[in-house]
């Protein structure tokens, strides 16, 4: 292997024997890191790497060093490239799925229009490559394996430095005609000429109110006008935005009444959200995954936050409908995406069989 490539994880979870052919492998591109996967027909993952992604200002050489990662795994799972099947390709971001080249992914300039799909066939040498949106991959994992497995419609909303949504309708993925069907972070929450602005420089969109940094902005505001807390002491001008949102959830765990509030805020913005999305989609369950969970399931703090979203939608929306579908943390975390991928791989592979 070229020494460029430093592995961060690898693992073998069983033999290649025991799996359920045909084989797929998902990739998931995040920006700071690369995850492949090489996943069986039933979701499961036969092997497991992972490198660094540090490519985000040439693509072209990202493409590269996917390839030989997947390489790579390919030769120490034990098996011949061409078992596999399909190799589904997510990133942070939507493709135009008929010119098969990226819009315009935010804080990454270089990879405006970028040709993502035949550039990684090239690097790969092979025409193999599924493209999705890694909100679309995660929720999809959660459909075929996770927290939605038995159900036909989910949707996965995503909350981190953005806020993403996947979802699966009647057992297909929503790509929508032009690749923005999921675009849930963008609905609009508030419509008054005060309202904030979005990381797309629109205002009173959901993530301007619900997203990690907007959740920090919050915090900071509150600090700033003096509302006494213990995160006074941790807030300063100097903390990253990307640290705050855990030491909101740290305080809330810990009693502090402004954290607490902080979290009820959240959820009251991400229940609205929901409100809208099931009055247009009606799904089975909605599912909040990401990075930002305020300590996720079975925790005091990620319960209380998931039982006031579960509030604000009883108290908006329609009565029939808000007890008939459920809201719950998505269980996959940071494996979703690479398996999503997979099964959209080869969901593709079943439509040409
Ligand atoms: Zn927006």
Redesign the pocket.
Known sequence: MNSSLLLLEETIHFPVSEAVQPLFIGVHYGGRYVKVGIVDSEGQTISYFTTSGCGEQNPKLEMKRIAELINYAVSKTGIDFDSIQRVGLCFPGSMNPKTEKLYRPSNLPNWYDFPIVSELNAAIGRDITVFCNDANAAAFAEYWIGAAKEMQSAALIFLGNGIGCGMVIDGDELIGANGFGGEF??IIIDSSPFARW???M?QG?L??YASSPAVARRTRELLEVGVGSSLADRVTERTPLNEIPRMVYEEADKGDKLANQIVCDTAKYIGLGIVMLTHTIDPECVLIGGEMMFGGKGSKVGEMFLDEIRNEVSKRGMADLTKLFKIDFAKLGSYACYIGSAGLAREESLLFS
């Open positions: 972070g963008h979005c990381s797309c629109k969109h993530e301007a």
